[in-house]
């Protein structure tokens, strides 16, 4: 598997530090509004990766931060009078409502920053007794001019950093270019005890801080977020981290390209943004994300109404031409179409893993599986295959769109699963697991979730399965 490293700047083969596990930090939410369309572009995206990391055998460790300490949020909570860490879980949990609307897979850690305070004072006071960082009457300031290596990942020339740095009117810093690691600043229901004074993070140094926890101190395998973190923030999360003694911080550095409106970025400080909730009364979270996947994850995607109906026009299109609707299909099929149609299969499943294995080309991936689709609607029009024929031939369609999270089956298809069918399944599911064959126990997963059915383990041990 290939993907474009930001750091170097070229495409490599994907190599993890612990063969068969791989452990990704992506840069998640400030929870002071509501998501947009713009963040979910970037973790529809990392979505897409795990899931294609995990079908192609690694075990994923993802890690996504929440932000619910921070300056937009206090100034949100003032405005609407409410403690910051109340107004943060509020918007918190409506984003993770949202995105599971999208069909994401829950992060395997979702830490906030609130609750890991010690964690990241430790770090601080580490990168201080290396040498890298100094306290001031204002804060804790990391010292750029300590660390040589600053810019190698945004490319950005010190000289200009320095002429576009400046200081606040309360800030005592060394240098102008300085970044805060913890400020001095007290706010009710926002601030922490600390060595320095009462104060909070700055927003930097949390990133470095829950990565390292999760890794032990290890470098991650890779670091994902959108474009526009790349300067100054994940910059800065290079210098402090590897200032703190992880080097390299992280091995592989992947960004997602803008979504776009009218060729200008979606953001909420530009007053463009289209609220993801909003978005949802429109258009299903399966057509959002058909959308996404049909653009490569680090190009510019533009939003409108219409292309975001073309995403969903294409989808029913494959689930018409891959659903066999009652009373269509032959009792006796002809061998050879069929075998027409089986070798279109294998050849679009060909593509697509090649596809996904450059870079994750989702697009390509995507456009051989519909070409392929469009065989299983000519055979299924002209009534020249069998039912079974054309059951176990578009199963292995739908299989591949489940492994990007897309549901390629008409949903009166999928939900019409009986139940003896799915506890059948389910039990071979779990004798799978006894045997330690997660293979086949994932196999049996991504065959029910095709078809419209989620299973979820407990942590008991248990198998919870449920309609999509």
Same mark, same amino acid.
């Given at each position: ?6 750091? $170097? ?12 596990? $791989? ?52 100034? +949100? ?10 107004? #943060? ?47 001031? #009457? ?26 576009? #740095? ?19 600043? &007290? ?51 290079? #210098? ?28 909420k400080s530009l007053g463009n943004f289209i609220t993801l909730r909003d978005a949802l009364k429109k258009w299903d979270g399966q057509a959002i994300r058909m959308f996404f996947a049909m653009t490569h994850y680090r190009s510019p995607v533009d939003f409108s109404e219409s292309a975001l109906d073309s995403a969903k026009n294409a989808l029913d299109n494959v689930r ?29 499943? =060909? ?37 079974? $024929? ?28 009986? =139940? ?22 994932? &196999? ?21 399965? +449920?309609?999509?």
């Amino acid at each position: 598997m290939r993907s474009y490293n930001t750091l $170097a700047k070229k495409i490599e083969e994907f190599e993890t530090l612990q063969p068969g596990r $791989a452990v990704i930090y992506v840069c998640g939410i400030t929870p002071y509004d509501n998501s947009h369309l713009g963040h979910a572009r970037t973790y529809v995206a990392f979505d897409i990766i795990r899931r294609w990391w995990e079908h192609n055998g690694l075990e994923v460790v993802h890690i996504q931060n929440v932000t619910d300490v921070e300056d937009k949020i206090i100034r +949100r909570a003032r405005e609407m009078k409410m403690p910051p860490l109340q107004l #943060a879980a509020k918007f918190d949990k409506a984003s993770r409502e949202d995105m599971m609307e999208l069909g994401m897979l829950p992060p395997t850690h979702m830490p906030k920053i609130s609750e890991f305070i010690p964690q990241t004072i430790a770090l601080i006071e580490k990168i201080i007794g290396n040498g890298h960082a100094y306290a001031t #009457a204002s804060g804790v300031y990391f010292d750029i001019s300590s660390y040589p290596e600053y810019g190698a990942l945004s490319g950005q020339n010190m000289e200009k950093i320095r002429s576009g #740095a400046r200081i606040e009117i309360d800030e005592k810093k060394k240098n102008p270019e300085d970044f805060a690691l913890w400020k001095l600043e &007290e706010t009710e229901g926002a601030s922490f005890e600390s060595p320095w004074g009462v104060g909070r993070p700055g927003w930097h140094i949390e990133c470095s801080a829950m990565s390292l926890y999760y890794t032990k101190g290890r470098p991650l395998d890779a670091h994902g977020g959108a474009r526009d973190l790349i300067f100054p923030h994940h910059e800065n999360e290079i #210098a402090q981290s590897q200032a703190s003694g992880t080097v390299p911080f992280c091995r592989a550095w992947m960004h997602t390209g803008f979504l776009t409106v009218n060729g200008e970025k979606m953001a909420k400080s530009l007053g463009n943004f289209i609220t993801l909730r909003d978005a949802l009364k429109k258009w299903d979270g399966q057509a959002i994300r058909m959308f996404f996947a049909m653009t490569h994850y680090r190009s510019p995607v533009d939003f409108s109404e219409s292309a975001l109906d073309s995403a969903k026009n294409a989808l029913d299109n494959v689930r018409r031409s891959l659903t066999l609707a009652q009373g269509e299909g032959a009792d006796d099929g002809d061998s050879a179409e069929e075998r027409k149609m089986s070798e279109s299969a294998t050849a679009a499943l =060909k593509e697509f893993q090649e596809c996904m294995d450059n870079d994750f080309d989702t697009p390509n991936a995507i456009a051989a599986l519909i070409a392929s689709s469009k065989e299983f609607a000519r055979a299924k029009a002209e009534g020249s295959v069998s039912r079974k $024929a054309f059951a176990i031939e578009s199963s292995r369609l739908v299989n591949a769109f489940a492994v990007l999270g897309i549901h390629a089956l008409a949903p009166t298809q999928s939900h019409g699963m009986q =139940k003896d069918e799915i506890e059948m399944l389910m039990a071979q599911r779990l004798e799978a697991r006894k045997g330690k064959d997660w293979k086949k126990s994932d &196999e049996i997963r991504d065959t029910l979730k095709a078809r419209g059915v989620i299973v979820e383990d407990s942590k008991e041990g248990r198998q919870i399965w +449920r309609y999509a």
